[in-house]
């Protein structure tokens, strides 16, 4: 059964078009990418990410992606309070979504990095397993 959580605003019923209200900044697919791919889950972990994400924007998406339920935040340390990052069902089902971005970017992009076909294989059974 899906879950539909609402973006402040929809331009649009179509599922792509509010998907992209969620999803389609320049930031939010690659602290999703360094979750679900990279297993990152600690504030510091995503800001040493190359593409140098600052700590304010880091920390809005972060709050983006638990207000839309795709993370969820778990304190590991009280004093200081230290949280660390899970993914959440509905975030881990844009796995395939990754992989399929991973590799029409590795096939179509000059420059990129690719996968290994056995980084690929182990990136789509967790996506499979969901």
Not at 95 to 121: D, I, M, N, S, Y
Request: aromatic share 6%.
């Amino acid at each position: 059964m899906p879950s539909h959580a609402r973006p402040a605003r929809l331009r649009s019923s179509c599922p792509i078009a509010a998907a992209l209200d969620l999803l389609g900044d320049r930031w939010t697919l690659l602290v999703l990418r360094d979750v679900l791919v990279f297993k990152k889950a600690l504030f510091g972990e995503f800001l040493a990410s190359p593409e140098k994400l600052s700590s304010n924007t880091l920390a809005e998406r972060l709050k983006r992606l638990e207000r839309a339920g795709l993370l969820r935040q778990e304190v590991y340390q009280r004093r200081p309070k230290r949280c660390r990052y899970i993914a959440t069902a509905k975030g881990r089902d844009l796995l395939p979504l990754l992989v399929e971005a991973l590799k029409w970017g590795t096939r179509h992009v000059a420059g990129t990095a690719p996968f290994t076909a056995a980084q690929l294989r182990q990136l789509r059974a967790r996506a499979a397993r969901g």
